[in-house]
């Protein structure tokens, strides 16, 4: 057998780059199995596709059909970057990650702070390096935005300023993803594709336009692709995500441990389960009432754990359709 890199998947279909060459590859329907006997086992929630960029796997070329091959195993992911659906369902976009860089505008979409908190949240929580990079700098003020993305800076999270258009940050950005497996996300029309285009030249992504009615961007990636850097590494490009459910917490974890900002005040909670809400000797809640901590990332922290009133994306529903299992099983190789 081979061991190679997937750097594609879609629709039952994987691209595996190998030493000796690349394959067009199928599952095997042993390892599907095995997988739906774990997750009897487990009452866990399904996967959308059990393989994607950026997994290392076994393989086994085609007798028959050179270039075409099955892959046997799915080697162990050492990092995974992906969300709980709003149905339910588990999606890993990117495996085998080094960097999260996450990519925002500062106009054109409108900047959001608390998408940044929940994406920076999901990076702790899977053990990921997350890089926050505002893009579209030509559209602002800098100072203005500096001193708005100044509390992230602080709590020690590297902030990088891009414009494509302006050629500034292009250097920075591609200085910290050299022998790097990397993904960009991020919402649609923040320029994640601009962005890649600017710091190789030759990539030739697609780019779209911002919707002026609803200021959201239109989609123009579809599946995840790892793309080989001329300086070294891989960078994925990833499909936009509006919503973001997390994926690595469960429904019962806290999750004030992935905010770096509360942690200092945790063990001085006067209940060790504290749920930093109403609770009475609440360290944290004193920290947000004398300034310590930002009341706009403790709104956050609400927010994401589903103490707050709001949008809540992690779908506690764990129904599953067995019509849903049997499409997805269809054309994986046995």
């Known amino acids: 057998m081979l061991e190679g890199i997937v750097i594609s998947a879609q629709g039952g279909s994987y691209a595996v780059q190998a030493e000796q060459g690349d394959f067009q590859c199928a599952l095997r329907h042993h390892v599907v199995e095995a997988e739906e ?6 009452n866990d929630m399904p996967y959308v596709d059990l393989v994607a960029a950026g997994d290392r796997v076994q393989m086994e070329p085609s007798d028959s059909d050179q270039g075409r091959g099955y892959i046997e195993e799915i080697l162990e992911r050492k ?37 940044i908190d929940r994406f920076l949240v999901t990076a702790e929580a899977s ?41 500034t940050g292009i250097d920075d950005v591609r200085q910290i993803m050299g022998d790097q497996i990397s993904a960009f996300v991020g919402s649609s029309g923040v320029g994640k594709s601009s962005l890649l285009n600017a710091i190789q030249p030759g990539l030739s992504l697609r780019v779209g336009e911002v919707d002026e009615r609803r200021h959201k961007g239109q989609h123009t990636t579809t599946t995840v692709t790892l793309l080989p850097l001329a300086f070294g590494g891989y960078v994925a490009d990833t499909p936009g995500v509006r919503t973001l459910g997390l994926l690595d917490i469960d429904e019962e974890q806290a999750i004030d441990v992935f905010f770096p900002d509360l942690r200092p005040y945790l063990p ?13 000797g609440c360290a944290v809640q004193a920290a947000v009432k004398s300034g310590q901590i930002d009341s706009g990332r403790y709104d ?9 009133e709001g949008r809540f994306e992690r779908n506690i529903d764990k129904k599953s359709s067995k019509t849903k299992n049997r499409e997805r099983r269809r054309g994986y190789a046995r």
């Not at 956050?300 to 707050?308: C, F, M, Q, V």
Request: aromatic share 8%; net charge positive; with cysteine.
């Open 79 to 115: 990092t995974r970057f992906g969300r709980t659906r709003m149905d339910g369902w588990r999606q890993v976009i990117v495996g085998n990650l080094d960097l999260l860089l996450i990519v925002f505008a500062a106009r054109q979409p409108q900047l959001k702070l608390r998408m």
């Open 300 to 308: 956050s922290y609400l927010r994401l754990s589903g103490l707050k």
């Open 127 to 167: 053990g990921l390096i997350p890089v926050i990079i505002i893009n579209k700098m030509d559209l602002v003020a800098f100072d203005d935005l500096k001193s708005q993305m100044a509390l992230y800076e602080d709590l020690g999270y590297k902030v990088i300023y891009t414009s494509t258009l302006a050629d």
């Open 268 to 280: 001085s909670c006067q209940y060790r389960s504290c749920r930093h809400s109403q609770e009475p």
């Open 37 to 42: 006997r774990r997750r009897s086992e487990t």
